[in-house]
C-alpha cells in the first residue's frame, strides 16, 4: 500500500522553527519528487515548494521564500519541511505529496497541523 | 505563475450534472489537475493531464482545459461528491491551486 506518513501535531511560539517529516511506504521513494502544501483553517490549498529526489533541486513559494527549507533523507525514505521564523498566518495543515505523471499530486499524507500562538 | 479562479460554490441535484470553472490567462497551454476535498480529509486527485482519471475515479468525473477555462464536469452526482473541489497547475516551475469551490449536492 502506498502512503506518505507524517508526524504529528506541532505548537509553537511566534518566531520558532518547526521541522514536519513525511516518511514513504510501499513505492521506490526516489522515483518521485515531493511537494508541500499548506491549508489555513477555513482556507484552500496553497502550495508552498517542491524538491527533487533526483537531484535534491528545491522550488519554494515566493510567500515562503527564504523561510523554508525542503530536504530528503532517502535512506530514510523520508522528506522534511522547515519552516523558521513563524507568524501567526503560518497556522495551517501541512502536508506532503507525491508527485506523479505531468506533476499531479496522486498521494498526499495526512496533514501535519501546525499551530502558532503565543 | 497563474491566478486560477474559480466560483466559490455550486449546488446540484442528486443524479444531475454539475460543472466548475477554473479560469486563467492562456490556462489551456499548460496541464490541469483536479482534487477533491471532503471535509476533515486530504484531498484527492480526481483528474490529471486535463482529463485523464486516476485508478479507481469513477467515470461520473471527466474535465477539458481549452482556451483560458479548464471545466471539470461530475455527472450523475451523487450524495458522497459533496466536497471542496480545487484545480491546479504549474508555470515557471510554480505550482498553484485554484480559490476552490464547495459543492453542495441538495
Known amino acids: 500500500q502506498i502512503q506518505l506518513l507524517q508526524s504529528g501535531a506541532e505548537m509553537k511560539k511566534p518566531g520558532a522553527s518547526v521541522k514536519v517529516s513525511c516518511k514513504a511506504s510501499g513505492y521506490t521513494f526516489s522515483s518521485h519528487d515531493i511537494s508541500w502544501v499548506r491549508q489555513a483553517p477555513g482556507q484552500g490549498l496553497e502550495w508552498m515548494g517542491w524538491i527533487s529526489l533526483h537531484n535534491g533541486i528545491t522550488n519554494s513559494a515566493q510567500k515562503v521564500q527564504g523561510r523554508v527549507t525542503m530536504t530528503t533523507d532517502t535512506s530514510a525514505n523520508t522528506a522534511y519541511l522547515e519552516l523558521k521564523s513563524l507568524t501567526f498566518d503560518d497556522t495551517a495543515v501541512y502536508y506532503c505529496a507525491r508527485m506523479a505523471a505531468v506533476n499531479a499530486f496522486d498521494i498526499w499524507g495526512q496533514g501535519t497541523l501546525v499551530s502558532v500562538s503565543s | 505563475s497563474y491566478d486560477l479562479t474559480q466560483p466559490p460554490s455550486v449546488s446540484v441535484s442528486p443524479g444531475q450534472t454539475v460543472s466548475i470553472t477554473c479560469s486563467a490567462d492562456k490556462l489551456g497551454e499548460t496541464y490541469v489537475s483536479w482534487y477533491q476535498q471532503r471535509p476533515g480529509q486530504s484531498p484527492v486527485l480526481v483528474i490529471y493531464q486535463d482529463s485523464k482519471r486516476p485508478s479507481g475515479i469513477p467515470e461520473r468525473f471527466s474535465a477539458s482545459n481549452s482556451g483560458s477555462t479548464a471545466t471539470l464536469t461530475i455527472g450523475g452526482t451523487q450524495p458522497m461528491d459533496e466536497a471542496d473541489y480545487y484545480c491546479?497547475?504549474?508555470?515557471?516551475?510554480?505550482?498553484?491551486f485554484g480559490t476552490g469551490t464547495k459543492v453542495t449536492v441538495l
Open positions: 491546479q497547475a504549474w508555470g515557471s516551475s510554480t505550482g498553484v
